[in-house]
Antibody, heavy 125, light 107 residues
Framework: EMQLVESGGALVQPGGSLRLSCAAS????????MTWVRQAPGKGLEWVAN????????YYLDSVKGRFTISRDNAKNSLHLQMTSLRDEDTAIYYC??????????????????WGQGTAVTVSS | ATQMTQSPSSLSASVGDRVTITCRAS??????LGWYQQKPGIAPKVLIF???KLERGVPSRFSGSGSGTDFTLTINSLQPEDSATYYC?????????FGQGTKVEIK
């Protein structure tokens, strides 16, 4: 069974740091782009960052650029999100998700087809 | 960033009804759009990708259509287990952006 399990969420003070992890099982992490998505309490979904299969390419939401770093360790089948200079507005459930590519005749598409259960990050003094 | 605007923000319908949710992109995104279902306290689940392709294992009462800027998710014959919040997501460019969500309740 394909599974993602996040960990590392905690209560942290504004300006603090936290490292989230996502452990993959049931599939080969190295074969997929991976993504972090967050959801603030009572709010909608927000894409945060993603990373290419080999870790050579990353993209970020503007509001986290320079503060968050996405990385992966394919040998350990794990994904990470290093978060620094945390702000109140970073409070959310953070989900990791597998980014599966679908190839059509002349284009390819992404879908987030496997999700973790989420880990809670609370930024508060 | 490409803004995704969903409507309505919520709706209430009866079992067996046909339900339609729309998503409008602030710029053309081809067919680079997916639909996700989220139930309270649970991670989202993909229903539709590439605007109209049904993810494996998803009931056929769910369908998607549209291209460019206007997209639709249709639920034919609404079931009690379809009570959830539905989000569109564009994968045309970065940052990826979700719609604000549509909460579907069963009367």
């Amino acid at each position: 069974e394909m599974q993602l399990v996040e960990s590392g969420g905690a209560l942290v003070q504004p300006g603090g740091s936290l490292r989230l992890s996502c452990a993959a099982s049931g599939f080969i992490l190295a074969d997929y782009w991976m993504t972090w998505v967050r959801q603030a309490p009572g709010k909608g979904l927000e894409w945060v960052a993603n990373i290419k299969e080999d870790g050579s390419v990353t993209y970020y939401l503007d509001s986290v650029k320079g503060r968050f770093t996405i990385s992966r360790d394919n040998a350990k089948n794990s994904l990470h999100l290093q978060m620094t200079s945390l702000r109140d507005e970073d409070t959310a459930i953070y989900y990791c998700a597998r980014d599966r590519n679908y190839f059509d005749t002349s284009a390819y598409y992404d879908l987030f087809d496997v999700w973790g259960q989420g880990t809670a990050v609370t930024v508060s003094s | 960033a490409t803004q995704m605007t969903q409507s309505p923000s919520s709706l209430s319908a009866s079992v067996g009804d046909r339900v339609t949710i729309t998503c409008r992109a602030s710029q053309g995104i081809g067919s680079d759009l997916g639909w996700y279902q989220q139930k309270p306290g649970i991670a989202p689940k993909v229903l539709i990708f590439a605007a109209s392709k049904l993810e494996r294992g998803v009931p056929s009462r769910f369908s998607g259509s549209g291209s460019g800027t206007d997209f639709t998710l249709t639920i034919n014959s609404l079931q009690p287990e379809d009570s959830a919040t539905y989000y569109c997501l564009q994968d045309y460019n970065y940052p990826r952006t979700f719609g604000q969500g549509t909460k579907v309740e069963i009367k």
